[in-house]
C-alpha cells in the first residue's frame, strides 16, 4: 500500500518553460510534504518543503502547491532549466515521528 | 567535511562476506536514518536513532545490524546478506529531540552495495 504516489515516471520540458510535477497521498494524517531533487551518483538534496497549514510555498523559482481535500501537492519550476534535470521526489510525514514516507520519484528533463 | 558523509561509496561483498557502512554527519543534528532503495521503489526507511536511541525498525532483517555509538555516527553491519539487498544504502540526519516534528532530512551521497 503506498502512501505517496509519483504517478508519471518522467517528464520532458523545454528550457524556460514551467515544468510541474505532481505528487498524491491517501493517509489524511500526514501534514508536512517536501520535495527533494536527486542526482545520479548523490543522495537526495532538500528543495523545499510545506506545511498542511499553508497551500503555497515559494523559494526562487520553485514553488509549492498543497491542495489538502484532493491530497495532491505539486511542484512548480519556472523557469525550468537543463541543471534541473534529476529525479525529484515527494515525502510526506505526519505526527511526531518524523517518518518520511517518499514517493517513487519522477525524472524531469530539461531540454536545451 | 560538511553534511552527511558516507564510506564506502561503492562496496561488493559476497553472501558470507561481513562488512558495515559508515554514516557521519557534521550538522549539529541528533536524529539519523538508514533508507534503502532499490530500483524502480521508493526510498524505503529502515531505521531511526533520536539521541542514540533506536526509535523505528521498519521491519528489517537481522542480518543488517545498525549501530549508533554518538549523535554524529550511524553504522549498518552488514552479514549473510543475499543477492536482493544489493541496493542503494543512503543515511540520512534531521535535529531530532523530543518531537521530530516537520523536520528536514539531510542525506548523504549513499553507499551502492553488490551482493554476489
Known amino acids: 500500500d503506498q502512501q505517496v504516489k509519483q504517478n508519471s515516471p518522467s517528464l520532458s520540458v523545454q528550457e524556460g518553460r514551467i515544468s510541474i510535477l505532481n505528487c498524491d497521498y491517501t493517509n489524511s494524517m500526514f501534514d508536512y510534504f517536501l520535495w527533494y531533487k536527486k542526482y545520479p551518483a548523490e543522495g537526495p538534496t532538500f528543495l523545499i518543503s510545506?506545511?498542511?497549514?499553508?497551500d503555497k510555498n515559494e523559494d526562487g523559482r520553485f514553488t509549492v502547491f498543497l491542495n489538502k481535500s484532493a491530497k495532491h501537492l505539486s511542484l512548480h519550476i519556472v523557469p525550468s532549466q537543463p541543471g534541473d534535470s534529476a529525479v525529484y521526489f515527494c515525502a510526506a510525514s505526519g505526527g511526531n515521528t518524523g517518518k518520511l514516507i517518499f514517493g517513487q520519484g519522477t525524472t524531469l528533463q530539461v531540454k536545451p | 567535511e560538511t553534511g552527511v558523509t558516507q564510506t564506502p561509496r561503492h562496496l561488493v561483498m559476497g553472501m558470507t562476506n561481513k562488512k558495515s557502512l559508515k554514516c557521519e554527519q557534521h550538522?549539529?543534528?541528533?536524529?539519523m536514518y538508514w533508507y534503502k532503495q532499490s530500483a524502480k521503489k521508493p526510498l524505503e526507511l529502515m531505521f531511526v536513532?533520536?539521541?542514540?536511541?533506536?526509535?523505528e525498525n521498519n521491519s528489517v532483517p537481522s542480518r543488517f545490524s545498525p549501530e549508533c555509538p554518538n549523535s554524529s555516527h550511524l553504522f549498518l553491519h552488514l552479514h549473510t546478506l543475499q543477492p536482493e539487498d544489493s541496493a542503494l544504502y543512503l543515511c540520512?540526519?534531521?535535529?531530532?529531540?523530543?518531537?521530530?516534528?516537520?523536520?528536514?532530512?539531510?542525506f548523504g551521497p549513499g553507499t551502492r552495495l553488490l551482493v554476489l
Open positions: 540520512a540526519s534531521s535535529q531530532g529531540g523530543q518531537a521530530q516534528y516537520q523536520e528536514t532530512q539531510y
Open positions: 510545506i506545511s498542511s497549514i499553508k
Open positions: 536513532y533520536n539521541f542514540k536511541e533506536q526509535t
Open positions: 550538522l549539529g543534528h541528533n536524529a
